[in-house]
């Protein structure tokens, strides 16, 4: 359930590994599956994100206090500190997870996605090469390395992960499959794999929404502004936690500085789906923007890239602001 995503059935893996660990209070791993779980929770199911964070954080500490060798409560704690956009803590725990065990294929996962979020694609993709290395059918990594593989110009690499990551049940992959489809002009095929695949990235949107924007995405003007029009209707509804599946939206829709504006909101959730984008071809008009300058500090990247360096596309001019092509 966990490696597919398989959000119409997290509240079953929860209520089961909260059994094992009332059974056994001092059952690490159960423990730590579960801040996995949980600080994921939100991203998929609509959890409260305040309350599903927290309860990473908990199981994450008792799985380390339990049993400190783990590398999976780190990177649990890794994603939450990044969705809290607490960057440098967030890149620490992701490499202490891999340090405490360089086998855990998910470790290296995210630690490739937080490499990635923060503009280190290079680095971003050699670890998520690695998890695929331990094994080779790991859903979420076959699925951005496959749109990874798409940025670098490889299409026919990028179908073959991407066909991969949904035969293993990862339905989500099927969005990378239409950024396929649409490289090779088939647009028919792009809109029904994207409405397919972009369901569970719309958390809290009608049912029907990622087929309209799959028909902005790929389709006519009409289609297009009746895509920014079901935004808008959603934002509107003023949710507690705004759904990155918006900000998303607005950049594939070619609303760049609205998408900006809306994911720099610190009630947007999972960072990761905008983040990612905004350092591919997705995301270079957005980059072009005088905004991205205050949007790249109100998320806290500098912090980050002072410690470590500049990220891939950027570099530091000597007024101390950051210029990313």
């Known amino acids: 359930m966990f490696n597919r995503r398989d959000a119409a059935h997290f509240a079953d893996a929860i209520a089961d590994l909260n059994e094992a660990v009332r059974l056994d209070p001092k059952y690490a791993v159960a423990h730590a599956r579960l801040a996995s779980f949980h600080v994921i929770d939100n991203n998929y199911t609509g959890a409260d994100e305040a309350e599903s964070l927290a309860a990473c954080e908990r199981e994450a500490n008792?799985?380390?206090?339990?049993?400190?060798?783990?590398?999976?409560?780190?990177?649990?704690?890794?994603?939450?500190?990044?969705?809290?956009?607490?960057?440098?803590?967030?890149?620490?725990?992701?490499?202490?997870?891999?340090?405490?065990?360089?086998?855990?294929?998910?470790?290296?996962?995210w630690l490739g996605l937080n490499r990635t979020d923060a503009g280190y694609v290079a680095e971003g993709t050699a670890a998520i090469d690695r998890a695929l290395a331990i094994d080779p059918l790991l859903p979420n990594a076959l699925g951005w390395r496959a749109y990874l593989?798409?940025?670098?110009?490889?299409?026919?690499?990028?179908?073959?992960?991407?066909?991969?990551?949904?035969?293993?049940?990862?339905?989500?992959?099927?969005?990378?499959?239409?950024?396929?489809?649409?490289?090779?002009?088939?647009?028919?095929?792009?809109?029904?794999?994207?409405?397919?695949?972009?369901?569970?990235?719309?958390?809290?949107?009608?049912?029907?929404?990622?087929?309209?924007?799959?028909?902005?995405?790929?389709?006519?003007?009409?289609?297009?502004?009746?895509?920014?029009?079901?935004?808008?209707?959603?934002?509107?509804?003023?949710?507690?936690v705004v759904s990155a599946g918006a900000s998303w939206a607005l950049l594939l829709l070619g609303e760049p500085a609205r998408a900006l504006a809306l994911a720099q909101d610190p009630r947007t959730s999972n960072d990761t789906l905008v983040t990612v984008a905004l350092w591919t071809s997705q995301g270079a008009a957005a980059r072009k923007l005088p905004q991205f300058v205050q949007f790249i500090h109100a998320v806290g990247l500098p912090d980050v890239w002072a410690r470590f360096g500049p990220p891939d596309r950027c570099r530091k001019e000597g007024s101390g602001d950051y210029v990313c092509e």
């Not at 990177?75 to 960057?87: F, I, N, Q, S």
């Not at 396929?180 to 002009?185: D, F, I, M, N």
């Not at 009409?222 to 509107?236: E, H, K």
């Open 149 to 240: 593989y798409l940025e670098a110009g490889d299409r026919s690499n990028a179908k073959r992960l991407a066909q991969r990551a949904v035969a293993q049940g990862l339905t989500a992959a099927e969005r990378f499959l239409a950024y396929v489809a649409h490289a090779e002009g088939r647009d028919a095929d792009a809109i029904a794999l994207f409405t397919k695949g972009a369901k569970s990235s719309l958390v809290g949107f009608p049912d029907d929404s990622s087929a309209v924007l799959a028909r902005g995405v790929y389709g006519d003007a009409a289609a297009r502004a009746a895509a920014i029009a079901m935004v808008d209707a959603y934002l509107a509804t003023r949710p507690k």
């Open 62 to 109: 008792l799985a380390i206090g339990l049993d400190p060798t783990l590398g999976e409560p780190h990177a649990a704690l890794g994603v939450m500190h990044e969705y809290r956009r607490e960057w440098v803590a967030a890149r620490v725990e992701a490499e202490r997870s891999v340090e405490l065990d360089p086998t855990d294929s998910n470790a290296q996962f």
